[in-house]
């Protein structure tokens, strides 16, 4: 089973700021089946990017996933006061973990 | 646009089962998606629990796995899943979802006496 190892656990942040996240997987995650969520208190998560890169439906631009094999990174280019949240990243396909997640919190 | 609502009862006694639908509408059961089970106890994180295909191939949490069933009806476009010899640790927010979009808005099972 692959562990997702998030950092860091909280990230203390303003409005406008940019917000680096990153995933760490245990083992090399094959065909970069990574997907990133988002979820803000008392609502299911949303997704934001899957295949490591692509931006889901509807997501702004100012999201973006890159990484591959082991390292994966969720960038929020410029924070807006709806973007503060926990982030989770995801392992799929042959088997599915979640880490623990990011909180992204107002400085 | 698809839509998933999970119903079940909210309260479930040590030992017994947690048996947990989930509604699909604004779209077929019977495509080429995965369809899965998502659960999040109070302030914690999230765990998958199992995912199952239209054919009825599933795939489940190795954790879980001896404890979960997960069907598809797809006469009435909705699957379920069955969770047996509860505990306390299953006190959680259960979500189904379609592989990872949309998810339902989840639904509180607390398993106490």
């Known amino acids: 089973e692959i562990v997702l190892t998030q950092s860091p656990g909280t990230l203390s942040l303003s409005p406008g700021d940019r917000a680096t996240l990153s995933c760490r997987a245990s083992?090399?995650?094959?065909?970069?089946?990574l997907a990133w969520y988002q979820q803000k208190p008392g609502q299911a998560p949303r997704l934001l990017i899957y295949g490591a890169s692509s931006r889901a439906t509807g997501i702004p631009d100012r999201f973006s996933g890159s990484g591959s094999g082991t390292d994966f990174t969720l960038t929020i280019s410029r924070l807006e006061p709806e973007d503060f949240a926990v982030y989770y990243c995801q392992h799929y396909g042959s088997s599915f973990t979640f880490g623990l997640g990011t909180k992204v919190d107002i400085k | 646009q698809v839509q998933l609502q999970e119903s079940g009862p909210g309260l479930v006694k040590p030992s017994g089962t947690l048996s947990l639908t989930c509604a699909v509408s604004?779209?077929?059961?019977?495509?080429?998606?995965?369809w899965s089970w998502v659960r999040q106890p109070p302030g914690k994180g999230l765990e998958w629990i199992g995912e199952?295909?239209?054919?009825?191939?599933?795939n489940f949490n190795p954790s879980l796995k001896s404890r979960v069933t997960i069907s598809i009806d797809k006469s009435k476009n909705q699957f379920s899943l069955r969770l047996n010899s509860v505990t306390a640790a299953d006190t959680a927010v259960y979500y189904c979802?379609?592989?990872?979009?949309?998810w339902g808005q989840g639904t509180l099972v607390t398993v106490s006496s």
């Open positions: 199952i295909f239209h054919t009825g191939s599933t």
């Open positions: 083992q090399s995650v094959s065909s970069n089946y």
């Open positions: 604004g779209g077929s059961i019977s495509t080429s998606n995965w």
């Open positions: 979802v379609r592989d990872g979009s949309p």
